[in-house]
């Protein structure tokens, strides 16, 4: 069975600071992994895809993928309190690329 | 372009009966994905059609059943209501290729007394 691990937090950080969410994967035959930021009462939305080793930044967001590693992770530069919400990491595999496995979900909280 | 449109956006049924549940993707998009958020399960798949047919299934009883319409235009329906079906029913549209991006609706909140 297909499984995604992240750390369900709760995670606070200060303003300014970076934050680092994890997730690790148990397919090894995992192609596409994103992230998907959800507030409370709201529908995840996505913030970032990522389909190959290494880093893939998008203004103050960069994504890290390590498939030997089986991992993949998201930082948030100088953090705002209103990227407060919880964050989930969702992979595809090959053959059911619109069948997402979610993690549990990470809840941060940025501190004024 | 408007996003992806579900109704109804509350639902408040009791045990036995069924419901049907309605998803709009993204204009020109041919794939309707259905997920169920629960605290305590999080977000698992439902089932995914593209053009009218469906191509994958999650791990959900046969109460579960969906449909997707020519304008791609999708129904989800729970028969025989259980008090565990009270969740966030979301749907998520995409173009139907490889690594592609799913996008979600606002969801609907389904209570089942």
């Known amino acids: 069975q297909k499984e995604v691990e992240q750390n369900s937090g709760p995670l606070s950080v200060p303003e300014g600071a970076i934050a680092s969410l994890n997730c690790t994967y148990s397919?090894?035959?995992?192609?596409?992994f994103f992230w998907y930021r959800q507030y409370s009462g709201k529908s995840p939305e996505l913030i970032m895809s990522i389909y190959s080793n290494g880093d893939k930044e998008d203004g103050r967001f960069t994504a890290q993928l390590n498939k030997a590693s089986q991992y993949v992770s998201l930082l948030i530069r100088d953090s705002q309190p209103s990227d407060s919400a919880t964050y989930l990491c969702?992979?595809?595999?090959?053959?059911?690329?619109?069948?997402?496995?979610f993690g549990s979900g990470t809840q941060l909280t940025v501190l004024p | 372009k408007a996003g992806v449109t579900q109704t109804p956006r509350y639902l408040i049924k009791t045990r036995g009966q069924q419901v049907t549940l309605s998803c709009s993707p993204i204009?020109?998009?041919?794939?309707v994905s259905w997920y169920q958020q629960t605290p305590g399960q999080g977000l698992q798949f439902l089932f995914e059609y593209f053009s009218e047919t469906q191509r994958n299934k999650g791990n959900f009883p046969g109460r579960f059943s969906g449909r997707q319409f020519s304008n791609s235009r999708s129904e989800m329906n729970v028969s025989t209501l259980e008090l565990g079906d009270s969740a966030l029913y979301l749907c998520?549209?995409?173009?139907?290729?490889?690594?592609?991006?799913?996008?979600f609706g606002s969801g609907t909140q389904l209570s089942v007394l």
């Open positions: 998520a549209s995409s173009s139907g290729t490889s690594r592609e991006k799913l996008f």
């Open positions: 204009s020109g998009h041919r794939s």
């Open positions: 969702a992979v595809t595999s090959e053959g059911s690329a619109r069948q997402l496995t």
């Open positions: 397919d090894r035959v995992s192609q596409s």
